[in-house]
Structure formats: structure tokens, C-alpha cells
């Protein structure tokens, strides 16, 4: 699949495309899952919904175009994170106590899984669809610009929380009856 890296444009390959129809699989029936297991939709389903939506989208253009598969293949890539993002989730359902070795080291290979498949997969796809522009038509440059823009700032603001929940100097204590906030020294 080297060639995928020299066109990512023109050049396609029966496995990648089958990546992309299963990937887009998933984020339909998560967004499915989401709006059907959610009664009030929080701010972050929201975003989900919206990163979930937009993905499907692109997606679609892909796979109709049959071009792009390999830009859209690098894109998948993100989602590796998504199962540290999904095992932080879980761990959190289950009160896995913050302060344990299990939930630090989940958090650091969140983090370290977040800013190198999603932050940095984002910036090389921002840079290469810059430096590509001339050999995009204006509608598809335009299109995926702004689902980069709209990718980023989601990813931004989801680092943000992600940083803010699991790596601020503020340690939960708990007791028998009630749990209390405490600021370390």
C-alpha cells in the first residue's frame, strides 16, 4: 500500500476502501447508540454526534468519489485513541480510584495516544491538504478545510477536559460517608 502514500488521491486499494465502509459502519451505529442511549444529550454527546457526523460525511464523499481513499485511510489512524479515550471511560464508570497506578498509567498513554494519533494526524492532514490545495477541486478543499477546523477545535477542547479531569493538582480523598476535594501541596 505505498502507492496510497504516494497518490493519496487517485490511488485506492480494495483493503483500505473496506476499512473505510467498516469505520464508517462504527461511527453510524455509535451515533445511533448514542442518540438512542441518551435521553438528554450532554455537551459532549453533542460533540460526539457532531465529530460522528461529520466523519460520516466525509466518509461518504470517499467512498462515492473512490478517491482520497488514501488521505481518508491516514484519517483512521485517529481513531486509534479511541481505545485508551474508551478504557479511560470505562475505568471511570467502574471508580477505578483516580490516584491508582492503573488509572495514572491510562491517563499518560491517553494522553500520549491523543496528541500523537489525533493532534498530530490533524496537523499533518491540515499541512498536506494545504500544500495539495492546487490538486483539490475548490468544493472537496473546502469541505475538508472546514472538517479539519471543526476536528481540531473539538479535539482541542476534549485534550482540555481530558488534562483538566486527570492531571490537575487536585486529588480526590474519600470517606466512609463523603468524598471531599483537596488541593495538593
Known amino acids: 500500500m505505498p502507492e496510497l502514500l504516494d497518490d493519496m488521491i487517485n490511488v485506492s486499494s480494495k483493503f483500505s476502501y473496506i476499512g473505510i465502509c467498516v469505520s464508517k459502519g462504527y461511527f453510524i451505529y455509535d451515533a445511533i447508540d448514542i442518540i438512542y442511549s441518551n435521553k438528554k444529550l450532554s455537551t459532549q454527546s453533542k460533540e460526539v454526534l457532531v465529530h460522528h457526523g461529520l466523519i460520516i460525511f466525509i466518509f461518504s464523499i470517499t467512498l462515492s468519489l473512490n478517491k482520497y481513499v ?6 483512521i489512524s485517529i481513531e486509534f485513541n479511541t ?30 495516544t491523543f496528541v500523537i494519533f489525533r493532534l498530530l494526524t490533524l496537523c499533518w492532514m491540515t499541512r498536506w491538504i494545504i500544500l495539495n ?25 476534549l485534550l482540555k477536559r481530558l488534562v483538566q479531569s486527570d492531571f490537575n493538582k487536585e486529588k480526590i480523598i474519600t470517606n466512609d460517608s463523603e468524598s471531599t476535594i483537596k488541593k495538593s501541596n
Open 70 to 75: 488514501g488521505y481518508t485511510t491516514a484519517a
Open 83 to 112: 481505545i485508551f479515550l474508551h478504557l479511560r471511560f470505562m475505568s471511570v464508570f467502574c471508580n477505578i480510584d483516580k490516584n491508582s497506578l492503573r488509572f495514572r498509567l491510562l491517563s499518560i498513554l491517553n494522553l500520549v
Open 133 to 157: 490545495r492546487l490538486l483539490i477541486p475548490t468544493l472537496w478543499f473546502t469541505i475538508g478545510s472546514l472538517g479539519l477546523v471543526v476536528m481540531m477545535t473539538i479535539n482541542i477542547f
